[in-house]
């Protein structure tokens, strides 16, 4: 079990799309080999560079947007900050000049089609998303080193100490001392109940470890201002997503038809329109999905958004966050604040007595960890205790387990973007269930899911597990992508 102190932060990665394993991940990889070069004083010694893709990151590698996310980060581009709307003329020079300016500094030539080599039949031992970079420097010696993208953007690179049990750690300084040590769903009880704080004050407890509480506030808004530009783009954008299904983006239509003419000017006032429409049950799980679907929809046109704890499973969170908004009285800072907290530390102990890579886990890992998270951050904030927070979170994965990863031609859109609304509305489920439960009815500890849910990722057969070589993948009409 990691014993690793994993910051809301960690769960909360602003990047690209379409997702946090196969494209923020190797994105930061080959950030991080760059700066490897930096650090030997070897970067401008380079003549020339291979790329190897592993396992999953090969097999659904193109669907992913890997070979793109690499030479972003080899360029030197920030996932956080790199302008989305300039992806396509950044790559399309790369490709005719076939040179790349490695961390814009020191230029090589560099064709990717010949340079970035995907390996469909051959797996690394540790975890099935791993690349290597191969540099060729002047002197005639070549450097090698692999990194695995172990979800959620996390990215370790491979040492003499790796292990099977090692590759699934966070990379946070061990140094970290936590006020809070948590590995578990009953530590984090235990310290709820020895302080007689709720989660998320124990939570913010742990994050002064690495900030003092006004910037991790500030930081979390700001987290939070980009889910919402997310929301507000895929509401507002149609059109047909990348990549050859055709699939049409559904957000903007719904939101125009629930809006009936309604007029609003930005999001503010969106939201003000959406509030006036009522309570009614049907218009309220109508908002739920078309939030849900505006995000993912952006994640899988390579647009801005937060892994949560994936990209893959961007858009449950927000929608859920979204609904406690407007509907649910939660729009004050303080309250959007506590959500995120809550939120993050149920993904982290999932993170570290599971796993949270679809690579590794189904799907399962990642609209299941998110609709987990949801669920028990939705029931803090409506009140609930800390034992109901934490029933939600396992009733919300409990029906999620065994979920498999099957993405139609490697694309995080079909069932992807789909799920996510499912994952939103079963959150909202379970923490009613939760809410109009006695802590003491559960029969099953969050524990004892997370064990089950690492258990049936073991079990998995791996062609469900974003390979594309199982389930709908292989099932659907040869001419749905004509459709």
């Known amino acids: 079990m990691s014993h690793e102190a994993i910051s809301v932060f960690d769960m909360f990665k602003i990047g690209v799309g379409p997702s946090s394993s196969h494209t923020l991940g190797p994105w930061?990889?080959?950030?991080?080999?760059?700066?490897?070069?930096?650090?030997?004083?070897?970067?401008?010694?380079?003549?020339?560079?291979?790329?190897?893709?592993?396992?999953?990151?090969?097999?659904?590698?193109?669907?992913h947007g890997t070979d793109?996310?690499?030479?972003?980060?080899?360029?030197?581009?920030?996932?956080?900050?790199?302008?989305?709307?300039?992806?396509?003329?950044?790559?399309?020079?790369?490709?005719?000049?076939?040179k790349i300016l490695l961390d814009g500094k020191h230029e090589i030539n560099f064709d990717p089609n010949e340079d970035i080599e995907f390996l469909f039949s051959e797996t690394l031992p540790y975890h099935p998303n791993a690349l290597t970079f191969l540099a060729a420097l002047k002197n005639g010696e070549?450097?090698?080193?692999?990194?695995?993208?172990?979800?959620?953007?996390?990215?370790?690179?491979?040492?003499?100490?790796?292990?099977?049990?090692?590759?699934?750690?966070?990379?946070?300084?061990?140094?970290?001392?936590?006020?809070?040590?948590?590995?578990?769903?009953?530590?984090?009880?235990?310290?709820?109940m020895k302080t007689g704080l709720n989660i998320s004050e124990v939570v913010m407890e742990n994050e002064n470890a690495w900030r003092n509480e006004t910037e991790t506030k500030k930081r979390l808004l700001a987290i939070w201002q980009v889910m919402k530009d997310c929301m507000y783009r895929g509401c507002n954008?149609?059109?047909?997503?990348?990549?050859?299904?055709?699939?049409?983006?559904?957000?903007?239509?719904?939101?125009?038809?629930?809006?009936?003419?309604?007029?609003?000017?930005?999001?503010?006032?969106?939201?003000?329109?959406?509030?006036?429409?009522?309570?009614?049950?049907?218009?309220?799980?109508?908002?739920?999905s078309c939030f849900a679907l505006a995000v993912n929809e952006e994640n899988a046109a390579f647009g801005r958004v937060v892994t949560a704890p994936t990209n893959g499973a961007a858009g449950v969170i927000p929608a859920v966050l979204q609904y406690f908004v407007i509907f649910c009285d939660g729009n004050k800072e303080d309250k959007i604040i506590q959500f995120l907290?809550?939120?993050?530390?149920?993904?982290?102990?999932?993170?570290?007595?599971?796993?949270?890579?679809?690579?590794?886990?189904?799907?399962?890992?990642?609209?299941?960890?998110?609709?987990?998270?949801?669920?028990?951050?939705?029931?803090?904030?409506?009140?609930?205790?800390?034992?109901?927070?934490?029933?939600?979170?396992?009733?919300?994965?409990?029906?999620?387990?065994?979920?498999?990863?099957?993405?139609?031609?490697?694309?995080?859109?079909?069932?992807?973007?789909?799920r996510n609304t499912m994952g939103a509305i079963k959150a909202i489920t379970a923490?009613?269930?939760?809410?109009?439960?006695?802590?003491?009815?559960?029969?099953?500890?969050?524990?004892?899911?997370i064990k089950t849910m690492w258990d049936t990722a073991l079990d998995m057969n791996s062609k469900y597990k974003e390979t594309a070589d199982g389930g709908l993948a292989v099932n659907i009409p040869l001419s749905l992508s004509e459709c």
């Open 237 to 288: 954008t149609g059109g047909i997503l990348p990549g050859g299904l055709n699939v049409k983006r559904r957000a903007a239509a719904l939101n125009k038809k629930l809006l009936k003419d309604k007029v609003y000017t930005d999001y503010d006032s969106w939201l003000n329109v959406i509030k006036q429409g009522g309570s009614d049950f049907k218009y309220i799980l109508d908002w739920v």
């Open 28 to 63: 930061r990889a080959a950030g991080m080999f760059l700066q490897s070069l930096q650090n030997k004083n070897l970067l401008s010694e380079v003549q020339s560079l291979e790329v190897l893709l592993y396992g999953s990151l090969a097999k659904t590698g193109v669907g």
């Open 431 to 449: 923490s009613q269930l939760a809410l109009q439960s006695a802590p003491d009815y559960a029969k099953v500890s969050l524990d004892g899911v």
């Open 341 to 418: 907290l809550t939120a993050a530390e149920v993904g982290s102990i999932f993170k570290k007595g599971a796993t949270i890579s679809a690579a590794m886990g189904g799907c399962q890992a990642e609209i299941g960890v998110s609709s987990s998270m949801a669920a028990a951050a939705l029931t803090e904030g409506m009140g609930g205790t800390q034992r109901q927070a934490l029933m939600a979170a396992e009733i919300a994965m409990e029906h999620h387990l065994g979920m498999t990863c099957d993405p139609i031609q490697g694309l995080v859109q079909i069932p992807c973007i789909e």
């Open 68 to 98: 793109i996310a690499v030479q972003l980060g080899l360029s030197g581009d920030d996932p956080v900050t790199f302008d989305v709307n300039n992806i396509n003329a950044k790559i399309n020079d790369i490709k005719a000049k076939k």
């Open 142 to 192: 070549h450097i090698a080193e692999t990194y695995y993208s172990i979800g959620g953007g996390f990215v370790t690179k491979e040492t003499s100490t790796n292990d099977k049990a090692g590759w699934a750690l966070s990379s946070t300084p061990s140094e970290i001392i936590l006020s809070f040590p948590i590995n578990n769903a009953d530590d984090l009880l235990h310290w709820c």
